[in-house]
T-cell receptor
Framework: DAGVTQSPTHLIKTRGQQVTLRCSPK?????VSWYQQALGQGPQFIFQ???????QRGNFPDRFSGHQFPNYSSELNVNALLLGDSALYLC???????????????FGEGSRLTVL | AQSVTQLGSHVSVSEGALVLLRCNYS??????LFWYVQYPNQGLQLLLK??????LVKGINGFEAEFKKSETSFHLTKPSAHMSDAAEYFC???????????????FGGGTRVLVKP
């Protein structure tokens, strides 16, 4: 059973460019969340997608956008990259319908973005 | 708004010694609480979670944590450290309103554990 897979694992961009990161959720999961983890810090919630719609959003500018596809996979797009966008971007999947206390987030290994 | 404070960004323990990682939270409602571990160049792995059942929670790899509402704490312990425990540990909190699967997590800054032979 494949877990959460993310691509690419590493990438380098320059300021002002745009980037797209991809995530395939764990088999059977229907919800995808994205987190940004700057070096030496804890992850910060960007947004969450369910049924191809953004359900929740953290305190990130509109330069950060996303999409969820019918097969539950997801993309994170960042426009007009800034040096401060350099971070590890983590995708987490879950089964929203599991509800209550039994649910759990499963994290991928992340995409490390470096902005020069 | 919820917040998490982890006391000590780095902890050094000897192999076989007690591991104690501190976590305090702030939440307007009784929260769900989590501990995650992150090994170098990897994602996050759930160690254990508190979801309003037993206040003493046992997790994987011999770790456990105790929820103390009066102290707003959820400290993580392991009686005897192993070399393989060297990693970064994150405490996280969420609002239980949407269930453990549906909520955003608010993470602490992390504690890096070094295990000395």
């Amino acid at each position: 059973d494949a877990g959460v897979t993310q691509s690419p694992t590493h990438l380098i961009k320059t300021r002002g460019q745009q980037v797209t990161l991809r995530c395939s959720p764990k088999s059977g999961h229907d919800t995808v969340s994205w987190y940004q983890q700057a070096l030496g810090q804890g992850p910060q919630f960007i947004f969450q997608y369910y049924e191809e719609e953004e359900r929740q959003r953290g305190n990130f500018p509109d330069r950060f956008s996303g999409h969820q596809f019918p097969n539950y996979s997801s993309e994170l797009n960042v426009n007009a990259l800034l040096l401060g966008d350099s971070a590890l971007y983590l995708c987490a999947s879950s089964l929203l319908g599991s509800g209550g206390a039994s649910g759990e987030l499963f994290f991928g290994e992340g995409s490390r973005l470096t902005v020069l | 708004a919820q917040s998490v404070t982890q006391l000590g960004s780095h902890v050094s323990v000897s192999e076989g010694a007690l591991v104690l990682l501190r976590c305090n939270y702030s939440s307007s409602v009784p929260p769900y609480l989590f501990w995650y571990v992150q090994y170098p160049n990897q994602g996050l792995q759930l160690l254990l979670k508190y979801t309003s059942a037993a206040t003493l929670v046992k997790g994987i790899n011999g770790f456990e944590a105790e929820f103390k509402k009066s102290e707003t704490s959820f400290h993580l312990t392991k009686p005897s450290a192993h070399m393989s425990d060297a990693a970064e540990y994150f405490c996280a909190v969420s609002d239980p309103g949407l269930g453990a699967a549906g909520n955003k997590l608010t993470f602490g800054g992390g504690t890096r554990v070094l295990v000395k032979p």
